[in-house]
């Protein structure tokens, strides 16, 4: 779909009765509303349709809190779960008085950061391809109070339930870490991670692997084909829908949780990353593991910028949870070809034409609001070309096993968020070029960071205060 009138006839030929309209709010969560289809007409796809903005996570104020949804025609799908035949929007958001659009919303931010890039001459796409893993659980329960905290997760595979009288226990449960590859019936979620790329495809999207991750108690991932920046972002606003609710039909319940489980490996999102111009790779070349000068300089600005852009790619205090040595997490701010304990890896696997060379930065995970993240590794990335940032030499070893001297060389990410966050405050001008992110929104973020969710886990003792310190 790309023009209204196809959108119409689409919806016309499928006999959809609803339509929905749905756009990204601050931290990262698709919010809707839903109209007749009698309502969706040509003219709705510039005028757009009001709403309360004001009680959007991040937005605005009660005084100025009208706003516009409009609608964008290429992003159109039909829903796999309604039980009345619904139409998908995506939409952007505009100001109803101007008609700009809105700064902080998170598409626009990303929209713009595709126009900065071909304003620069750097190139005129942007491609990424995000790898977002996911648990699958059988059983949540998780609250708060004064008195009270707790959280308790449950798998039918998961390594705690080995001696369980299940009535029988038939076994094949992975162990901690042992997770990855193996067949059924070790691997129990074959059938539905099936049926999710069937309702993936049915929205779109074109499948390439997937299969069962690292970590015991359900850990999955489902790979895809690559898109431009934006594209890739409501790309992975559908995924993570359609994977939730295929789990939900199937009476299971998916979390995107960096690290929901202790003593075993969290959840990524390997961000796979190359810039084209006029239908030419710039990342690849005759430098190192077949990349290109710009290929570099985008790894050394990617890496300079980390420290900072992190407080984008790993946005929850859970962030930080996953980012420990020692569970494949990418702690070390270098680039390797192949190896994965480096924050930046070049795939050699597979990838001998030019146009499959890229960069793949491991620290992003899928906590975080695709739009945002995806938009500011593009401009970490851009900042590293034109300022010509070399990486410096490649790290091509184990990381985790080098030297204590010599490990001491290498920098880290941050070891939280409120860390993360500061950094965030004294390096962020790469940002505001060509107006993408704004002063406003770096601001925003920062604050509704800290007093949404740093304060918020900074003032509750934790379980495991009481195991270390109630006897003091």
Not at 83 to 110: F, G, M, S, W
Not at 152 to 170: C, F, I, Q, T, V
Request: proline share 7%; glycine share 8%; aromatic share 12%.
């Amino acid at each position: 779909m790309t023009t209204p009138r196809e959108v119409i006839a689409l919806a016309t030929d499928k006999k959809v009765r609803y339509v929905d309209l749905r756009f990204n709010d601050f931290p990262g969560t698709w919010q809707h509303f839903s109209i007749p289809v009698a309502h969706l007409t040509e003219e709705c796809f510039e005028d757009g349709f009001a709403f309360d903005g004001s009680s959007i996570r991040g937005w605005q104020s009660i005084h100025e809190s009208d706003m516009l949804v409009v609608p964008d025609p290429a992003t159109a799908f039909l829903d796999p779960f309604t039980e009345q035949p619904t139409l998908v929007l995506t939409c952007n958001v505009k100001d109803p008085i101007t008609h700009q659009d809105y700064p902080r919303d998170p598409r626009n931010i990303a929209r713009r950061a595709e126009a900065y890039v071909a304003s620069t001459g750097i190139g005129d796409t942007v491609y990424f391809g995000p790898e977002a893993e996911f648990f699958v659980f059988d059983d949540v329960r998780f609250d708060q109070g004064t008195q009270f905290g707790y959280y308790h997760l449950d798998s039918n595979e998961g390594a705690w339930n080995m001696g369980r009288d299940e009535r029988p226990n038939l076994g094949h449960k992975p162990r901690q870490k042992g997770g990855y590859f193996p067949c059924p019936p070790t691997d129990q979620f074959f059938d539905l991670r099936n049926t999710m790329c069937t309702n993936l495809e049915r929205c779109g999207f074109e499948i390439e692997r997937h299969h069962h991750e690292v970590a015991t108690g359900g850990q999955q991932e489902i790979n895809y084909k690559y898109a431009s920046l934006t594209r890739a972002a409501d790309m992975m606003m559908i995924f993570k829908y359609v994977v939730k609710n295929t789990a939900l039909k199937a009476g299971k319940t998916v979390t995107f949780m960096p690290k929901p489980l202790y003593g075993d490996n969290g959840s990524g999102m390997h961000c796979h990353l190359s810039i084209w111009r006029k239908g030419t790779n710039t990342f690849a070349g005759e430098r190192y593991a077949g990349l290109s000068d710009e290929a570099l300089w985008a790894i050394g600005g990617i890496l300079h910028h980390a420290p900072a852009l992190v407080a984008f790619t790993n946005p929850t205090t859970n962030s930080y949870k996953r980012l420990v040595a020692g569970y494949e997490a990418p702690v070390n701010l270098a680039y390797s070809a192949r190896n994965r304990s480096a924050s930046i890896r070049i795939p050699v696997g597979g990838v001998s034409k030019p146009g499959a060379r890229r960069i793949e930065f491991r620290c992003p995970d899928p906590s975080s609001n695709p739009y945002l993240a995806f938009a500011a590794i593009t401009m970490a990335a851009v900042d590293g070309i034109q300022r010509k940032l070399h990486p410096g030499e490649p790290l091509d070893k184990d990381i985790y096993d080098l030297p204590p001297e010599e490990k001491a060389k290498v920098p880290g990410t941050p070891y939280d968020l409120n860390t993360a966050l500061t950094n965030l405050e004294h390096d962020h001008e790469w940002l505001l070029k060509g107006d993408v992110f704004s002063e406003d929104v770096v601001k925003a973020w920062i604050h509704y960071k800290r007093k949404s969710e740093v304060d918020a886990i900074r003032t509750r003792p934790h379980p495991q205060e009481f195991v270390l310190y109630y006897d003091c």
